[in-house]
């Protein structure tokens, strides 16, 4: 399956702005747990944090490419 969201899963928060690489947020891999995802991301190159989504909802963002 080949598919996009229209706006990005990620961005970065106020707080996440700063560090050593600023305005930057990646993710690291995804986790499936139970109906949700929980998607590691590394924060301006300083730290790491986790977000989550139900994969329905992500699911239902996607258009075809």
Not at 15 to 23: A, H, S
């Amino acid at each position: 399956m080949l598919a996009r969201s229209r706006e990005p899963l990620i961005r970065p928060e106020p707080f996440e702005r700063k560090g050593y690489v600023p305005n930057v947020v990646y993710t690291c891999g995804l986790i499936k747990h139970g109906a949700d995802l929980v998607i590691p991301y590394a924060v301006s190159d300083t730290f790491t944090n986790f977000a989550t989504i139900p994969i329905l909802q992500l699911l239902k963002t996607l258009e075809p490419v």
